[in-house]
C-alpha cells in the first residue's frame, strides 16, 4: 500500500495538473505542477491556491470544444465531463470579441470527474494536460489544408483570366500562405525548365537579392547552390549556418540559415522552395515537414498553371494557324490572277484596258488588307487572352524555340516591323509568310515571276523585301538532273548550265542537233513564255529602275539541285554574295541570318520605320 507522503510525491510529479474543487468551483487541494502553470492567480500564496475559485486561478479561460460548463455537466450526469479552455493574452481579454484559438498564449485538456468525499459531498477531480503545441499543430496543418484547398480553387476560376494574370494571382497567394500560414518572410521558388540543361528558371523570390533572384542555376548537385542540388537529389536540406556549408551560395542579405525542399509532381522534382533566416540555427524538423506539406499543394498549382498556359496557347496558335491557311492561299492566288491580267493588258491591247485592270488589282489589295487586319485582330486578342504583347522586349509573344535566335536577331526583327514583303514561289512555304507576319512584316505573295514584275512597278505598292525561290516558275532541266553536260560547249564555251553568261550560250554546238533543240526551247521558256529564275527576276527588276531597291533574298531548298549556279550567277552580277536562306518550319533562324546578310550589304541603316 502506498503510503501518504510516497502517494503525494507520485501526485506532485504527474506531467499534468490535478485539482481537488468543491461544488463552489473553490480548490480544495492540486499537485505541485498546478501551482507551477497557474502562480498568477494569486501571487500572494507563494506555494497554494488553496481556496481560490478555480477559474480565476487558471486565469479566467475561455471555453472552445466540449462543454462550456463541465462542473455543472458534471454534477448532473456523475460522469466525467471534457472541454478545451484557452488562457488569452490581456489585449485579446480587454477586446469584445471571443477570441480564437490561435490568440491564446496556452491551451489545456480539462477533464472533470465527480467524486464523493468522506462525508459524502459531492467534490471534483479535476485533469488539465497542456494541449498548446498538439492543438497549434493541429491549426497549422489545417491552415495548410485550406491553403491548398485556395491553390486549387484558383486553377478552377483560371480559365477566365490572361496569364500573366493567372500567374499574378498565383503568385499573390503563394506570398499569402508563406507569410501568414507558414510564417516566412525571405524565400524564392523556381521551375526546371523542359530543356535537357535542366535550368532552374526564377517564379517567385520575396526578400532575395537582385542578382541572387536573377543568377542562372541548373538540377545539378555542384556549382548550383543548395538549390541545384536539391532540385538534383530531390532530398530536403537544412543549412543550419550559411558561413560553413560548401553548398551555400548567398541569396538574401545577411542570411544565416536556410531550408530548402523539392517541389514534386507525379513522383518528379519540378522545381524548388527556398527559404532563407537571418538566424542560425532557425529551422527544424517541423518546419521541413510543413514546408514539404505545403510544396505538395504549390507542385501541384504550378505545374496546372503551366500546363493550361501551354494549352491556351496551344490552342490560339492551332486557330491563327487554322486561320491562315483559310485566308492566305485563296487571297495570294487572288492577287496572282489580278497582277497576271495586268502583265497580259499591258502586253496585248486587244485585253482588258490596263486602267481597269488596275481597279481590280487594287480591290485585291483591299481584301487583301482586311485579310491581314482580321488576322491582326485575332492575333492581337489571343496575345491579350494570353496576356503577352508583340511589342515585348523579351519576346514573350514568340515560340520559346525562337527565343535565342530571336534576342540574337532583335535588330534585323525591328526593321522587319512595319515593312512589306513580296514572296514569289509557285508552291509557297507558308511558314515564312507566318514567320514575318509574326515580326509584323506584311506579306503578299505570287506565284510566277509574271505577277511580281507587276507588282513590284505597281505604283500604289513599295516592297522593302523581295524573296524568291530559285526558280519560282519551274526547272528548266526537267531530265537533266545527274547528266554531264560538262563536254557540250559551243565555240563561247559555254555550256547548258551556263544559261546567265549572256547571248553567246544560246549558240548551240556545231552539228549537235540535241543541243540546239534543248538551248532553243530553254530560251523560249525564259524570252518568249517569261518563266523567270531568281536570276532574271533580279535582272527584271534592276530595269524596272525603281527609286528604292528592295532587299534581295532567295530561299535554297537544301535538296535543290541546281546546274545553272543561280546563286553564283547572281553575286556575279551584283558584285557581291548573294544572300540566301533554308527555309525552316519550326525556326525563323535561317531566314533571319539571310536577312541580316542582305541588310548588311545594302548598308541599309537597321531601323524601326
Same mark, same amino acid.
Given at each position: 500500500?502506498?503510503?501518504?507522503?510516497?502517494?503525494?510525491?507520485?501526485?506532485?510529479?504527474?506531467?499534468?495538473?490535478?485539482?481537488?474543487?468543491?461544488?463552489?468551483?473553490?480548490?480544495?487541494?492540486?499537485?505541485?505542477?498546478?501551482?507551477?502553470?497557474?502562480?498568477?492567480?494569486?501571487?500572494?500564496?507563494?506555494?497554494?491556491?488553496?481556496?481560490?475559485?478555480?477559474?480565476?486561478?487558471?486565469?479566467?479561460?475561455?471555453?472552445?470544444?466540449?462543454?462550456?460548463?463541465?462542473?455543472?455537466?458534471?454534477?448532473?450526469?456523475?460522469?466525467? *465531463?471534457?472541454?478545451?479552455?484557452?488562457?488569452?493574452?490581456?489585449?485579446?481579454?480587454?477586446?469584445?470579441?471571443?477570441?480564437?484559438?490561435?490568440?491564446?498564449?496556452?491551451?489545456?485538456?480539462? %477533464?472533470?470527474?465527480?467524486?464523493?468525499?468522506?462525508?459524502?459531498? *459531492?467534490?471534483?477531480?479535476?485533469?488539465?494536460?497542456?494541449?498548446?503545441?498538439?492543438?497549434?499543430?493541429?491549426?497549422?496543418?489545417?491552415?495548410?489544408?485550406?491553403?491548398?484547398?485556395?491553390?486549387?480553387?484558383?486553377?478552377?476560376?483560371?480559365?477566365?483570366?490572361?496569364?500573366?494574370?493567372?500567374?499574378?494571382?498565383?503568385?499573390?497567394?503563394?506570398?499569402?500562405?508563406?507569410?501568414?500560414?507558414?510564417?516566412?518572410?525571405?524565400?524564392?521558388?523556381?521551375?526546371?525548365?523542359?530543356?535537357?540543361?535542366?535550368?532552374?528558371?526564377?517564379? +517567385?523570390?520575396?526578400?532575395?537579392?537582385?542578382?541572387?533572384?536573377?543568377?542562372?542555376?541548373?538540377?545539378?548537385?555542384?556549382?548550383?547552390?543548395? *538549390?541545384?542540388?536539391?532540385?538534383?537529389?530531390?532530398?530536403?536540406?537544412?543549412?543550419?549556418?550559411?558561413?560553413?556549408?560548401?553548398?551555400?551560395?548567398?541569396?538574401?542579405?545577411?542570411?544565416?540559415?536556410?531550408?530548402?525542399?523539392? %517541389?514534386?509532381?507525379?513522383?518528379?522534382?519540378?522545381?524548388?522552395?527556398?527559404?532563407?533566416?537571418?538566424?542560425?540555427?532557425?529551422?527544424?524538423?517541423?518546419?521541413?515537414?510543413?514546408?514539404?506539406?505545403?510544396?505538395?499543394?504549390?507542385?501541384?498549382?504550378?505545374? +496546372?498553371?503551366?500546363?493550361?498556359?501551354?494549352?491556351?496557347?496551344?490552342?490560339?496558335?492551332?486557330?491563327?494557324?487554322?486561320?491562315?491557311?483559310? +485566308?492566305?492561299?485563296?487571297?495570294?492566288?487572288?492577287?496572282?490572277? /489580278?497582277?497576271?491580267?495586268?502583265?497580259?493588258?499591258?502586253?496585248?491591247?486587244?485585253?482588258?484596258?490596263?486602267?481597269?485592270?488596275?481597279?481590280?488589282?487594287?480591290?485585291?489589295?483591299?481584301?487583301?488588307?482586311?485579310?491581314?487586319?482580321?488576322?491582326?485582330?485575332?492575333?492581337?486578342?489571343?496575345?491579350?487572352?494570353?496576356?503577352?504583347?508583340?511589342?515585348?522586349?523579351?519576346?514573350?509573344?514568340?515560340?520559346?524555340?525562337?527565343?535565342?535566335?530571336?534576342?540574337?536577331?532583335?535588330? *534585323?526583327?525591328?526593321?522587319?516591323?512595319?515593312?512589306?514583303?513580296?514572296?514569289?514561289?509557285?508552291?509557297?512555304?507558308?511558314?515564312?509568310?507566318?514567320?514575318?507576319?509574326?515580326?509584323?512584316?506584311?506579306?503578299?505573295?505570287?506565284?510566277?515571276?509574271?505577277?511580281?514584275?507587276?507588282?513590284?512597278?505597281?505604283?500604289?505598292?513599295?516592297?522593302?523585301?523581295?524573296?524568291?525561290? %530559285?526558280?519560282?516558275?519551274?526547272?528548266?532541266?526537267?531530265?537533266?538532273?545527274?547528266?554531264?553536260?560538262?563536254?557540250?560547249?559551243?565555240?563561247?564555251?559555254?555550256?547548258?548550265?551556263?544559261?546567265?553568261?549572256?547571248?553567246?550560250?544560246?549558240?548551240?554546238?556545231?552539228?549537235?542537233?540535241?543541243?540546239?533543240?534543248?538551248?532553243?526551247?530553254?530560251?523560249?521558256?525564259?524570252?518568249?513564255?517569261?518563266?523567270?529564275?531568281?536570276?532574271?527576276?533580279?535582272?527584271?527588276?534592276?530595269?524596272?529602275?525603281?527609286?528604292?531597291?528592295?532587299?534581295?533574298?532567295?530561299?535554297?531548298?537544301?535538296?535543290?539541285?541546281?546546274?545553272?549556279?543561280?546563286?553564283?550567277?547572281?553575286?556575279?552580277?551584283?558584285?557581291?554574295?548573294?544572300?540566301?536562306?533554308?527555309?525552316? /518550319?519550326?525556326?525563323?533562324?535561317?531566314?533571319?541570318?539571310?536577312?541580316?546578310?542582305?541588310?548588311?550589304?545594302?548598308?541599309?541603316?537597321?531601323?524601326?520605320?
Amino acid at each position: 500500500m502506498i503510503k501518504g507522503a510516497l502517494k503525494q510525491k507520485i501526485i506532485d510529479d504527474l506531467s499534468f495538473a490535478v485539482a481537488q474543487v468543491d461544488l463552489d468551483h473553490k480548490i480544495i487541494a492540486h499537485n505541485r505542477r498546478f501551482g507551477e502553470w497557474f502562480p498568477f492567480g494569486n501571487p500572494s500564496a507563494k506555494d497554494s491556491l488553496v481556496g481560490m475559485d478555480f477559474y480565476q486561478a487558471i486565469g479566467r479561460p475561455f471555453f472552445f470544444d466540449g462543454a462550456y460548463a463541465p462542473f455543472y455537466f458534471a454534477s448532473k450526469t456523475h460522469e466525467t *465531463t471534457s472541454t478545451v479552455v484557452g488562457v488569452p493574452t490581456s489585449s485579446v481579454r480587454s477586446s469584445e470579441f471571443e477570441p480564437k484559438k490561435s490568440e491564446c498564449h496556452q491551451l489545456f485538456s480539462l %477533464l472533470v470527474t465527480p467524486i464523493r468525499s468522506d462525508s459524502e459531498e *459531492t467534490l471534483f477531480l479535476v485533469e488539465l494536460k497542456d494541449v498548446t503545441e498538439s492543438t497549434r499543430l493541429e491549426q497549422r496543418l489545417e491552415t495548410l489544408k485550406s491553403a491548398g484547398a485556395e491553390l486549387a480553387e484558383l486553377n478552377d476560376q483560371s480559365l477566365i483570366r490572361t496569364e500573366a494574370e493567372r500567374r499574378e494571382e498565383l503568385k499573390k497567394l503563394i506570398e499569402k500562405h508563406m507569410h501568414q500560414t507558414l510564417k516566412y518572410n525571405v524565400f524564392e521558388i523556381r521551375v526546371i525548365g523542359d530543356t535537357p540543361d535542366k535550368p532552374l528558371l526564377p517564379f +517567385l523570390s520575396v526578400g532575395i537579392t537582385g542578382a541572387a533572384s536573377s543568377r542562372e542555376l541548373y538540377a545539378k548537385s555542384n556549382d548550383n547552390g543548395i *538549390t541545384g542540388y536539391v532540385a538534383d537529389s530531390g532530398e530536403p536540406y537544412i543549412c543550419d549556418d550559411t558561413e560553413n556549408d560548401t553548398h551555400y551560395i548567398p541569396g538574401a542579405i545577411e542570411a544565416k540559415s536556410s531550408i530548402t525542399v523539392p %517541389l514534386f509532381f507525379c513522383n518528379r522534382v519540378v522545381g524548388v522552395c527556398n527559404v532563407e533566416s537571418t538566424k542560425r540555427h532557425a529551422f527544424s524538423k517541423m518546419d521541413e515537414l510543413f514546408l514539404q506539406l505545403y510544396a505538395k499543394d504549390l507542385a501541384m498549382a504550378i505545374h +496546372l498553371h503551366e500546363s493550361i498556359s501551354s494549352k491556351i496557347r496551344r490552342l490560339y496558335s492551332e486557330c491563327r494557324d487554322r486561320l491562315d491557311d483559310y +485566308l492566305d492561299p485563296p487571297t495570294s492566288d487572288l492577287l496572282e490572277h /489580278a497582277f497576271s491580267s495586268l502583265a497580259n493588258a499591258n502586253e496585248d491591247s486587244s485585253v482588258r484596258p490596263a486602267n481597269n485592270v488596275s481597279e481590280v488589282v487594287n480591290g485585291v489589295f483591299k481584301l487583301k488588307r482586311k485579310t491581314n487586319e482580321l488576322k491582326r485582330f485575332f492575333r492581337s486578342a489571343s496575345e491579350d487572352m494570353i496576356g503577352e504583347s508583340t511589342q515585348n522586349q523579351n519576346y514573350a509573344c514568340f515560340p520559346s524555340e525562337w527565343i535565342e535566335c530571336c534576342k540574337d536577331n532583335a535588330a *534585323t526583327i525591328g526593321f522587319l516591323r512595319g515593312r512589306r514583303a513580296l514572296l514569289v514561289s509557285a508552291d509557297p512555304n507558308w511558314s515564312v509568310v507566318k514567320q514575318l507576319e509574326t515580326f509584323e512584316c506584311a506579306v503578299d505573295v505570287v506565284h510566277s515571276t509574271k505577277a511580281a514584275i507587276q507588282a513590284v512597278a505597281f505604283p500604289d505598292v513599295l516592297y522593302d523585301l523581295i524573296i524568291s525561290d %530559285l526558280n519560282p516558275d519551274g526547272y528548266y532541266f526537267p531530265e537533266m538532273e545527274g547528266r554531264d553536260y560538262s563536254a557540250l560547249s559551243n565555240e563561247y564555251n559555254l555550256n547548258v548550265y551556263d544559261i546567265h553568261d549572256g547571248d553567246e550560250y544560246f549558240v548551240p554546238v556545231k552539228g549537235n542537233e540535241a543541243d540546239r533543240r534543248e538551248r532553243r526551247r530553254i530560251h523560249d521558256e525564259i524570252f518568249v513564255l517569261h518563266k523567270l529564275d531568281a536570276f532574271f527576276l533580279k535582272v527584271s527588276i534592276n530595269a524596272l529602275k525603281l527609286k528604292k531597291d528592295p532587299l534581295y533574298l532567295i530561299n535554297v531548298p537544301g535538296s535543290y539541285y541546281d546546274p545553272t549556279h543561280i546563286r553564283r550567277s547572281l553575286s556575279q552580277l551584283l558584285g557581291k554574295e548573294q544572300p540566301a536562306f533554308e527555309a525552316s /518550319a519550326t525556326s525563323p533562324k535561317s531566314l533571319l541570318k539571310g536577312l541580316s546578310a542582305a541588310l548588311s550589304l545594302s548598308k541599309q541603316k537597321i531601323t524601326t520605320p
